[in-house]
């Protein structure tokens, strides 16, 4: 005859009895005999011990008893405070075959494990409590094994909103710091400060890390994943501000660490105008040397591509375009550096500068770096270069290949054009006079030399009437425009017909 085990003729009567007649003896013994069966001992002798005694038994079973340790929880009366001790041992001195990422000996569990395993225990603050006093009680603890103790014990504090236990923790923390330091253990405090991600009450330890040095480690240490018992951006926050400032107040001028910090969080932002700064203080440093020398300008130049590239991933087009004009300063500086430097001038040497350039991609290059690539700005380039009958023709072919040139700067050029015809005096004597009459000859020529870039005839003509002086463009665009039928007007009862436009 075939037989049933014991445990399954139990589980079967647990399901017939009704509570109050014997359900709850029946899942109690079922529960030790399965507990037995996995601790490969005997009934009589997993009978005999007490039900925490089990419960730590099979925790050092890890994986292997979970589902039979909490059944025994289920069916036996165990204290919370019991739970949390009869884990915590389990955790002090349990053991994994052959599983990656254990904790440091002898905390041989990882943390997803202990955390599966702790929701055994109906109170979190009862976790926190056995395991701030495992740290205190234990004797000769390895320094890593005491910290990732300190760590787990915060997470269940703080799930459990026990402010006391957070207090008492912090202040052991506070205690303990001291002798990490003594021994250069620095880092087991970055992991202490990253994994309990209490950046506020626990500010000293980064300004200790810091202070010596241990930024790298530092950075290494912090991940967000252990910071995951809150928000995770909220703690990524928490810890750039926090770090950022011991930075600034430890090490203001260490700008490589604080460089450092930026790419970690890719405060892509915050590393731009970092690159912007300390561009500048190398433009600065090259312009106050009495010996120049371009190795500052290089350095310079490749700080402003780095940052450019920066805002162009955060759709800063305006910075950007800045920051690569700058930079084709920089190279153009360091192409022709003679006569006169082209950097760190102040807006009114910038315009005179502009102004004195023979070639238009020198000007407009530096226009575009000094933010002066503004129409009312190229009206003065472009007259002084009308003295200049050999430079105006391809200054004027460069410029309406890169600039559009608008009706409101041309008409300012031919009001400048019949000042001198006519006046040449009063608010005109800033400008270059033409004593001979070959200079005379020569403006002439430059602003022909202008109007025929004009296609708008109507423009050419109200630019050349305005200048004075161009009887023949005027006639021949008139013709031109005679040539060109007007608009047609349909009229009622009538035919079309053209209407001139002039």
């Known amino acids: ?65 979970f589902t039979e340790a ?77 910290v990732e103790l300190l760590i787990l014990s915060h997470h269940f504090y703080k799930s459990s909103s026990c402010l006391d236990g957070l207090d008492v923790l912090i202040t052991l923390a506070a205690n303990r710091v001291k002798y990490y330091v003594s021994e250069g253990d620095f880092s ?102 009495r010996y120049k020398d371009s190795g500052d300008l290089l350095e310079s130049m490749i700080y402003l591509i780095e940052a450019s590239e920066f805002y162009s991933t955060l759709d800063a087009g305006q910075k950007a375009y800045h920051a690569c004009a700058r930079a084709s300063l920089i190279s153009l500086q360091i192409r022709f550096p003679y006569p006169s430097p082209w950097m760190q001038l102040s807006e009114t040497n910038a315009r005179r500068a502009i102004i004195n350039q023979s070639r238009f991609q020198e000007a407009f290059t530096m226009a575009e770096a000094y933010n002066l690539n503004r129409s009312s700005e190229w009206v003065q380039v472009i007259w002084e270069q009308m003295f200049k009958p050999d430079q105006i023709e391809q200054f004027l072919s460069d410029f309406v290949a890169t600039l559009p040139l608008y009706p409101p700067m041309l008409l300012e050029l031919a009001k400048f054009h019949r000042s ?12 270059p006079s033409w004593g001979t009459p070959g200079e005379a000859k020569n403006l002439g020529r430059s602003f022909r030399s202008l109007l025929r870039r004009i296609r708008d005839l109507r423009l050419r ?34 035919g079309g017909v053209y209407l001139p436009i002039v």
């Not at 405060?267 to 433009?283: I, P, Q, T, V, W």
Request: hydrophobic content about 40%.
């Open 188 to 289: 087991c405090l970055a992991r202490l400060v990253t994994g309990v991600s209490n950046f506020h009450a626990l500010n000293f330890i980064l300004d200790i890390l810091i202070e010596n040095g241990q930024l790298e480690i530092l950075l290494h240490k912090y991940s967000v994943e252990d910071a995951t018992k809150c928000t995770p951006n909220a703690a990524d926050r928490g810890f750039q501000m926090a770090i950022i400032t011991s930075l600034k107040h430890f090490n203001p001028d260490d700008l490589d660490a604080l460089s450092m910090v930026y790419k970690k969080f890719d405060m892509k932002y915050d590393n731009a105008a970092l690159l912007e700064s300390r561009s500048n203080h190398l433009l600065k440093q090259w312009h106050e040397r």
């Open 1 to 65: 005859m075939h037989r049933k085990p014991c445990f399954l003729i139990l589980e079967s009567l647990a399901t017939k009895c009704r509570d109050g007649c014997g359900r709850g003896l029946c899942d109690r013994i079922v529960s030790v005999v399965k507990t037995a069966k996995v601790l490969c001992i005997s009934f009589s002798e997993a009978f005999e011990k007490r039900p925490v005694e089990l419960l730590q038994l099979l925790s050092l079973k890890a994986q292997d008893s």
């Open 461 to 494: 003509v109200q630019l050349a009437t305005t200048a004075t002086g161009f009887p023949d463009i005027i006639e021949a665009c008139n013709t031109a425009l005679d040539k060109v039928p007007g608009l047609l007007i349909l009229r009622r009862g009538h």
């Open 420 to 431: 001198h015809v006519v006046g040449r005096g009063g608010e005109i004597s800033r400008f």
């Open 70 to 146: 909490k059944l025994l929880v289920q069916t036996h009366t165990i204290p919370p405070a019991r739970v949390a001790h009869g884990l915590v041992a389990a955790h002090r001195g349990g053991y994994l075959d052959s599983q990656k990422e254990e904790g440091p000996a002898p905390l041989l569990w990882r943390f997803s494990d202990f955390f599966k395993w702790a929701e055994l225990c109906p109170s979190d603050s009862e976790i926190g409590h056995a395991l701030m006093r495992l740290v205190i009680t234990s004797q000769e603890i390895p320094h890593d094994c005491e």
